[in-house]
Nanobody
Protein backbone atom coordinates (compact mmCIF):
# COMPACT_ATOMS: atom_id res chain seq x y z
CA UNK A 1 0.00 0.00 0.00
CA UNK A 2 3.07 2.21 0.23
CA UNK A 3 5.66 1.95 -2.52
CA UNK A 4 8.98 3.76 -2.37
CA UNK A 5 11.25 4.44 -5.30
CA UNK A 6 14.19 6.61 -6.24
CA UNK A 7 16.96 4.98 -4.25
CA UNK A 8 20.32 4.14 -5.75
CA UNK A 9 24.06 4.56 -5.49
CA UNK A 10 25.63 8.00 -5.60
CA UNK A 11 28.93 9.60 -4.77
CA UNK A 12 29.33 11.86 -1.78
CA UNK A 13 27.87 15.27 -2.50
CA UNK A 14 25.28 13.87 -4.88
CA UNK A 15 21.49 14.03 -4.73
CA UNK A 16 18.56 11.68 -4.88
CA UNK A 17 14.81 12.17 -4.70
CA UNK A 18 12.78 9.43 -3.08
CA UNK A 19 9.11 9.01 -3.87
CA UNK A 20 6.40 7.29 -1.89
CA UNK A 21 3.08 6.49 -3.50
CA UNK A 22 0.20 5.46 -1.27
CA UNK A 23 -2.78 3.39 -2.24
CA UNK A 24 -4.47 4.12 1.05
CA UNK A 25 -7.64 5.92 1.93
CA UNK A 26 -7.35 9.62 2.64
CA UNK A 27 -8.02 9.05 6.33
CA UNK A 28 -5.26 6.45 6.55
CA UNK A 29 -2.60 8.83 5.30
CA UNK A 30 -3.15 11.93 7.38
CA UNK A 31 0.47 11.60 8.47
CA UNK A 32 3.55 10.74 6.43
CA UNK A 33 6.98 9.79 7.62
CA UNK A 34 10.35 8.93 6.17
CA UNK A 35 12.65 6.66 8.12
CA UNK A 36 15.99 5.05 7.53
CA UNK A 37 17.82 2.06 8.90
CA UNK A 38 21.50 1.39 8.46
CA UNK A 39 22.93 -2.11 9.05
CA UNK A 40 23.21 -2.82 12.74
CA UNK A 41 21.34 0.31 13.73
CA UNK A 42 17.81 1.11 14.79
CA UNK A 43 15.33 2.61 12.40
CA UNK A 44 15.30 6.38 12.84
CA UNK A 45 12.87 9.06 11.79
CA UNK A 46 14.18 11.42 9.14
CA UNK A 47 11.19 13.58 8.29
CA UNK A 48 7.47 13.85 8.86
CA UNK A 49 4.57 15.65 7.28
CA UNK A 50 0.99 16.27 8.28
CA UNK A 51 -1.15 15.87 5.20
CA UNK A 52 -3.88 18.27 6.16
CA UNK A 53 -1.72 21.24 7.06
CA UNK A 54 1.62 22.86 6.73
CA UNK A 55 3.27 21.05 9.61
CA UNK A 56 6.50 19.31 8.73
CA UNK A 57 9.54 18.11 10.60
CA UNK A 58 13.08 17.41 9.47
CA UNK A 59 15.52 15.69 11.82
CA UNK A 60 18.47 17.81 12.91
CA UNK A 61 20.99 15.38 11.46
CA UNK A 62 19.69 16.01 7.90
CA UNK A 63 18.32 19.52 8.27
CA UNK A 64 19.56 21.81 5.54
CA UNK A 65 20.21 18.87 3.20
CA UNK A 66 16.89 17.00 3.04
CA UNK A 67 13.49 18.43 2.20
CA UNK A 68 9.93 17.14 2.03
CA UNK A 69 7.32 17.85 -0.56
CA UNK A 70 4.02 16.29 -1.54
CA UNK A 71 1.55 15.98 -4.34
CA UNK A 72 -1.82 15.23 -2.82
CA UNK A 73 -3.43 14.67 -6.20
CA UNK A 74 -0.95 11.85 -6.83
CA UNK A 75 -1.02 10.54 -3.26
CA UNK A 76 2.74 10.96 -3.29
CA UNK A 77 5.31 12.31 -0.88
CA UNK A 78 8.88 13.08 -1.86
CA UNK A 79 12.12 13.27 0.08
CA UNK A 80 14.71 15.37 -1.70
CA UNK A 81 18.17 14.50 -0.45
CA UNK A 82 21.08 16.77 -1.32
CA UNK A 83 24.77 16.73 -0.41
CA UNK A 84 24.54 13.06 0.48
CA UNK A 85 27.26 11.65 2.68
CA UNK A 86 28.40 8.07 3.35
CA UNK A 87 26.66 8.17 6.73
CA UNK A 88 23.35 8.60 4.87
CA UNK A 89 23.72 5.07 3.51
CA UNK A 90 20.68 3.11 4.66
CA UNK A 91 17.42 1.54 3.66
CA UNK A 92 14.85 4.30 3.50
CA UNK A 93 11.25 3.60 4.40
CA UNK A 94 8.06 5.52 3.87
CA UNK A 95 5.28 5.29 6.44
CA UNK A 96 1.76 6.58 6.86
CA UNK A 97 -0.74 6.78 9.66
CA UNK A 98 -4.28 7.90 10.33
CA UNK A 99 -3.29 10.04 13.32
CA UNK A 100 -1.24 13.17 12.94
CA UNK A 101 -0.46 16.43 14.68
CA UNK A 102 -0.12 20.04 13.69
CA UNK A 103 2.29 20.54 16.59
CA UNK A 104 5.84 19.97 15.40
CA UNK A 105 7.01 18.59 18.74
CA UNK A 106 4.24 15.99 18.75
CA UNK A 107 5.01 15.06 15.16
CA UNK A 108 8.68 14.62 16.07
CA UNK A 109 7.70 12.42 19.01
CA UNK A 110 5.50 10.32 16.77
CA UNK A 111 8.48 9.79 14.47
CA UNK A 112 10.81 8.93 17.36
CA UNK A 113 8.34 6.28 18.50
CA UNK A 114 7.92 4.98 14.93
CA UNK A 115 4.18 5.24 15.61
CA UNK A 116 2.96 4.58 12.10
CA UNK A 117 0.55 1.88 11.00
CA UNK A 118 1.53 1.52 7.36
CA UNK A 119 5.02 0.88 6.02
CA UNK A 120 6.60 0.45 2.64
CA UNK A 121 9.21 -2.14 1.72
CA UNK A 122 12.01 0.38 1.55
CA UNK A 123 14.45 1.66 -1.04
CA UNK A 124 18.20 1.39 -0.66
CA UNK A 125 20.41 4.47 -0.69
CA UNK A 126 24.16 3.93 -0.91
CA UNK A 127 26.63 6.81 -0.78
CA UNK A 128 30.31 6.26 -1.45
Amino acid sequence: QLVESGGGSVQAGGSLRLSCVASLSTNSRRCWGWFRQAPGKEREGVAGLARGGDTSYIADFVKGRFALSRDNAKNTVYLQMNDLQPEDTAMYYCAADATCYTDVAKLALKLSRRDFGYWGQGTQVTVS
